[in-house]
């Protein structure tokens, strides 16, 4: 049996890496921010590489684990998603569980991407959802 991969451990991540600094702001308050206002605190990232980051939502949490799964490469929404995506897709979503387990989230958790106007896209940016940490409820709202 082969040793799982090992997640890396979060670090503060710049605005440069690929999140527009608008997401960001969306997000976070200036006082998750150092004196320079050029790093997120690393309390609210999970996980962060060259490809991904994982953030602690601070707004809008539904659950009292709320995970945001970010691509650094801009893909407006999931019908924007090119074949060319589909390796990191894949990497979003097995280091989303990776994530997941780390938070305890051990007895179940959705996963969750919002899109087009019915399906609550709020923001023009792709990202997933790591929604748990409680019972949650099916269907997911009521009319």
């Known amino acids: 049996m ?36 050029d790093q997120v605190d690393p309390r609210v990232v999970a996980f962060d590489d060259e490809q991904i980051t994982i953030m602690h939502a601070r707004r809008g949490a539904v659950a009292p684990v709320h995970l945001k799964v970010f691509p650094k490469k801009y893909i407006l929404r999931l019908s924007d998603v090119k074949a060319a ?46 929604i748990g940490g409680k019972q949650l409820q099916w269907p997911p709202t009521k009319r």
């Open 2 to 37: 082969a040793a799982e991969e090992e997640v890396p451990r979060p670090r503060q991540i710049k605005y440069q890496v690929g999140i527009p600094k608008s997401i960001i702001e969306t997000y976070y308050q200036e006082e998750d921010q150092d004196e320079d206002q």
């Open 85 to 130: 995506d589909i390796m990191l897709l894949g990497k979003m979503m097995y280091t989303a569980h990776k994530v997941a387990q780390e938070q305890g989230l051990t007895d179940g958790y959705r996963l969750v991407i919002n899109h087009g106007r019915f399906g609550c896209e709020s923001q023009r940016y792709l990202k997933f959802h790591v």
